[in-house]
């Protein structure tokens, strides 16, 4: 009987971290970050087989992890039919030339595989053009040392993406392609920057959902605008922004902005790349910070979100503090504050609250003026005693004159009229 040998519908890896005492947190390994990068290799269509944690006080400047260390890397992958090797820090070209070839497999780092789910969830126009310049960008100083990634082709973890001829036989081709890239994502940059004048000028403001990868943001804007986006208990399951209006209260409309989950040691080439996306948070007028209270490492990854939120908001921008899925906790395992709300997104739970929370959160950029309006806008009075707090109104010759506190959207609708700020 002949047998038929075919690749296994599964990739099979082993995952390995080194834990350095010279590293930085976002540089070494820990075993909840191989826990992570378990989570984000079965994200990708991949099984674990086993997992190595070394411990050393440097990086081995040759195999990353030492020759003896990873001669037993090796004999697990062997005996556990593995068919790569994963590596949960990054690795330079020449770590995974000289890796391969002591262990005699594909060798990928995080970010290739972060690049990997990346590819497979991109389903916007934008979301590709950015998944193909963040793998450019990774891929094109490490040519030299990816002969064994490169020359696998087709539909496995770590090849999909810029094929091996392209790769290997012009490096000015890639330049020029990234230089492409950039050309079109600014494009896209411009369409954004003309639609977010259209909402400054009709005073829509902007509400950004931002948090850790799988912590329920997609859910919460599901729940709040029933926008029917997929909502999966996986990681990366949302990349294209999606918006919808949110109707907040009588006298407050927002747009509602998923964005795309951070996660620890998120390659700076997708910070990069994804900026065209995550802009958003740099013109937002509030950020709700959706945090997974029943996470284990739920205030490491409150650290990496509060982080990234400094590098990518604009100063001064408020935040609320989410606490989903706080039925699955203990009330008392959730902080109080101001700026805090705890509720269930799946459920339902706390969405009354936290619309009342963005409402205040916004009051807080009510804009106290003087106003001039021509006698022909004079229906406009009864709209500042219902949406504003009116301070004096005056009848001159000149026109109707106001002094009024206005929320953001009166604002916007006045601004051409108003004669003096506070």
Not at 141 to 153: I, K
Not at 309 to 335: E, F, M, S, W
Not at 401 to 417: F, M
Request: net charge negative; hydrophobic share 40%.
């Amino acid at each position: 009987m002949e047998e038929v040998f075919s690749r296994p519908a599964v990739e099979r890896a082993v995952l390995v971290g080194l834990n350095a005492a010279c590293f930085t947190q976002a540089q070494t390994a820990t075993e909840e970050t191989l826990e992570e990068l378990d989570a984000l290799l079965e994200t990708a269509g991949g099984f674990c087989t086993g997992k190595i944690l070394q411990n050393r006080p440097t990086p081995d400047p040759h195999s990353f992890i030492g020759e003896g260390k990873a001669q037993e890397v090796r004999m697990l992958a062997e005996a556990t039919g593995a068919t790569m090797v994963i590596f949960d820090n990054e690795l330079s070209p020449s770590n995974i030339r000289a890796l391969e070839e002591i262990l005699g497999m594909t060798v990928l780092d995080r970010s290739a595989l972060i690049l990997d789910i990346f590819a497979q969830r991109a389903k916007t126009k934008e979301g590709r053009l950015q998944v193909e310049l963040a793998q450019y960008k990774y891929l094109l100083p490490r040519l030299s040392g990816m002969g064994a990634s490169l020359s696998r082709q087709g539909g496995g973890i770590g090849t999909r993406g810029p094929g091996e001829t392209k790769l290997e036989s012009d490096r000015r081709h890639i330049r020029e392609r990234i230089a492409r890239l950039q050309s079109e994502l600014e494009q896209v940059r411009q369409v954004r920057g003309v639609q977010r004048e259209r909402r400054m000028k009709n005073s829509v403001p902007v509400v950004a959902i931002v948090g850790y990868t799988n912590a329920g943001k997609s859910t919460l804007l599901n729940q709040l605008t029933g926008a029917g986006i997929p909502a999966n208990n996986r990681l990366f399951d949302t990349l294209d922004t999606t918006s919808r209006q949110l109707k907040v209260s009588d006298n407050l409309d927002v747009i509602l902005s998923d964005t795309v989950g951070f996660i620890a040691k998120l390659p700076h080439h997708l910070v990069d790349a994804f900026r065209a996306t995550l802009e958003e948070l740099e013109y937002a007028d509030l950020l709700l910070h959706v945090i997974d209270a029943s996470d284990p490492d739920r205030d490491a990854h409150i650290q990496v979100v509060d982080g990234l939120i400094a590098k990518l908001a604009k100063p001064g921008t408020k935040v609320l503090r989410l606490y989903n899925k706080a039925d699955l906790v203990d009330p008392t395992d959730i902080p109080i504050g101001e700026d805090v709300v705890a509720v269930s997104a799946k459920q339902g739970r706390g969405m009354e609250e936290l619309l009342r929370s963005i409402e205040t959160a916004l009051g807080h950029s009510r804009h106290r003026v003087s106003v001039r309006l021509p006698y022909s806008m004079g229906g406009m009075v009864q709209t500042l005693h219902d949406s504003a707090k009116v301070l004096s109104l005056e009848y001159t010759g000149e026109g109707i004159e106001a002094e009024a506190i206005l929320d953001p959207i009166l604002y916007g609708k006045l601004r051409q009229y108003i004669t003096k700020e506070w």
